[in-house]
C-alpha cells in the first residue's frame, strides 16, 4: 500500500473531523478560490467523500461533495482565476460546481476589503441556500487565525474579537484552523495541484488599482510582523496565539449567554402608564445635586416617544437590572442592545458602549449617546431607552470588535 504523504494525511483527517455528524446524501460544498488553502481543502473533501468505512475507526460518510468559487470582480482575469477554479474541482470529482460573482458595494465605510468579505459571504449564504447544503468548508488555517488576533490587538478589540474565527458557525465549517499554511502548500504540492497565488498577498506583486496602489494590512502582518515575532519569540508563536484565541472565544461565549439573560431580565415594555408621560419637577434620574434644576431637555420625553422623524423601534431597559450587574456582562448586553435597534455589529465599537454603559452607571444629566446608523440611546424615569435611526442613515464608523472571517 502506498504511503500517504504526511501533509496530505493531515488535510484528510481535518475534513473526516468536519465530516463527523453528516449523514448519507448530505451535500457538503467547499468554497474554492484556487488558492492553495481552499484547493488542498477541495481535495481532501473529494477523498472523503468517497470513502467507506470499514470499521468504528474507520468510518465512512458517504456524502455528496461540491464546490462554489466566488469571483469578486476586484482584480483583471478574475472571471479566468474563477473559471480555473471551477474547472479543477470538476477534475476532483466535486458535483455541483457553482461558479459565482460576488456583488462586492465599493462605497461602504469599512473599506474594500470588508466589503469583498460581505459579498462574499452573502453569495455563499445564497449558494447553501439554492442547493440545501448542510455544511460549506472555509479554507482557514492556523496562520490566519494567528493574524486575525493579532489584527485585534493592534485595535484595541474586545474579547470577542480576539476570540478569533470559530471552527463551526451556522453552516460553515474551517476544518484546517489547526493546520499551517505551508502544511497546505505542501499537500497541494504532493497532490500535483496547481494553485493560484493571490497578488494582494505577496509584497512582491503589484498591488491593485482597487486598492488604491497600498499592499493591504494583512499581507503586511503576514510577511513582516508575524515572521519578526517567531524569529523574537521563537516557534510556536503562531500556535499559541491561534490558542489564546481558542481560550478567549470560550470565555466569550460564556460572557454572551450571561448578557443574553441579563438582557432579557432589563426588558421592560415599550408602553407606560399615563402618568409616566407628565414630568416630573423633580424626576426621579437626576442627581441630587440637580434636583432642583429645570429637567434636561432630553429627559421631559416620555421613554417610549420617539422623536419626530424617527423610526419607531425602541427598547427600553432597567438601569437597577443594568447597573447591578459585572461591568463585563453589562457592556456586552448594552452592544447587543445597541445592535438590536438597527447599530450595526460592524460599526458599534468600544466608544459607543462606554457612552451607553456611562449612562447606566455615570450618569450626570448628559444628553442622548448617538449610536451608528442614526440611532440614539437616553436615559429616563429610571430606565435607558435606545432608539433606532431614521431609514437610510449612514454607517461610517470603524469597525474595532467585528472577526474579519
Known amino acids: ?45 473529494a477523498h472523503e467523500s468517497r470513502r467507506v468505512g470499514r470499521s468504528v475507526r474507520s468510518r465512512g460518510f458517504a456524502v455528496r461533495a461540491g464546490a462554489v468559487v466566488v469571483d469578486h470582480g476586484l482584480q483583471p482575469g478574475s472571471d479566468d482565476v474563477a473559471a480555473s477554479a471551477a474547472a479543477q474541482c470538476r477534475a476532483l470529482g466535486l458535483d455541483p460546481v457553482l461558479v459565482r460573482r460576488a456583488d462586492v458595494v465599493r462605497d461602504g465605510g469599512d473599506g474594500i476589503e470588508a466589503a469583498a468579505r460581505a459579498a462574499r459571504y452573502a453569495a455563499l449564504d445564497a449558494a ?26 493592534a485595535r484595541g478589540s474586545g474579547a470577542r474579537s480576539l476570540g478569533g474565527m470559530p471552527t463551526a458557525r451556522g453552516v460553515y465549517r474551517r476544518p484546517l484552523l489547526a493546520l499551517r499554511r505551508a502544511q497546505t502548500r505542501a499537500a497541494c504540492q504532493a497532490q500535483g495541484l496547481a494553485w493560484w497565488d493571490d497578488p494582494t498577498n505577496d509584497l512582491t ?44 472565544r470560550t470565555d466569550a461565549d460564556a460572557l454572551d449567554a450571561a448578557a443574553s439573560a441579563l438582557l432579557a431580565e432589563a426588558t421592560r415594555p415599550t408602553g407606560l402608564p399615563a402618568d409616566a408621560e407628565r414630568p416630573s419637577s423633580c ?44 461591568a463585563a456582562v453589562r457592556r456586552r448586553a448594552l452592544r ?47 430606565t435607558l431607552v435606545l432608539l433606532s435611526g431614521p431609514a437610510g442613515a449612514p454607517t461610517t464608523e470603524i469597525p474595532d470588535q467585528t472577526p474579519e472571517e
Open 1 to 45: 500500500m502506498p504511503r500517504i504523504d504526511p501533509d496530505v494525511a493531515a488535510v484528510r483527517l481535518a475534513v473526516r473531523g468536519a465530516l463527523a455528524g453528516s449523514g448519507p446524501g448530505d451535500l457538503v460544498l467547499v468554497a474554492c478560490s484556487g488558492g492553495a488553502d481552499s484547493l488542498a481543502l477541495a481535495a481532501a473533501l
Open 336 to 382: 447587543a442592545a445597541a445592535i438590536a435597534v438597527g447599530a450595526p455589529a460592524g460599526a458599534t465599537s468600544s466608544r459607543h458602549v462606554a457612552a451607553l454603559d456611562a449612562l447606566v452607571v455615570a450618569w450626570r444629566g448628559q444628553g442622548d449617546a448617538s449610536l451608528p446608523s442614526g440611532a440614539i440611546a437616553r436615559r429616563a424615569y429610571g
Open 128 to 153: 447553501a441556500a439554492e442547493t440545501g447544503a448542510a455544511a460549506v468548508l472555509l479554507g482557514h488555517t492556523l496562520d490566519d487565525q494567528a493574524e486575525q488576533v493579532l489584527l485585534g490587538l
Open 283 to 326: 424626576p426621579r434620574d437626576l442627581p441630587a445635586d440637580a434636583a432642583r434644576a429645570p429637567r434636561p431637555p432630553h429627559d421631559v420625553t416620555a421613554p417610549n416617544a420617539p422623536r419626530p422623524g424617527r423610526a419607531t423601534t425602541r427598547l427600553v431597559l432597567d438601569v437597577a437590572v443594568l447597573a447591578a450587574a459585572p
Open 205 to 248: 506583486g503589484d498591488p491593485t488599482a482597487d486598492l488604491s496602489g497600498a499592499v493591504p494590512l494583512r499581507t503586511r502582518v503576514r510577511h513582516e510582523v508575524l515572521p519578526l515575532l517567531e524569529d523574537v519569540l521563537g516557534p510556536g508563536t503562531l500556535e499559541a496565539l491561534a490558542r489564546s484565541a481558542a481560550l478567549l
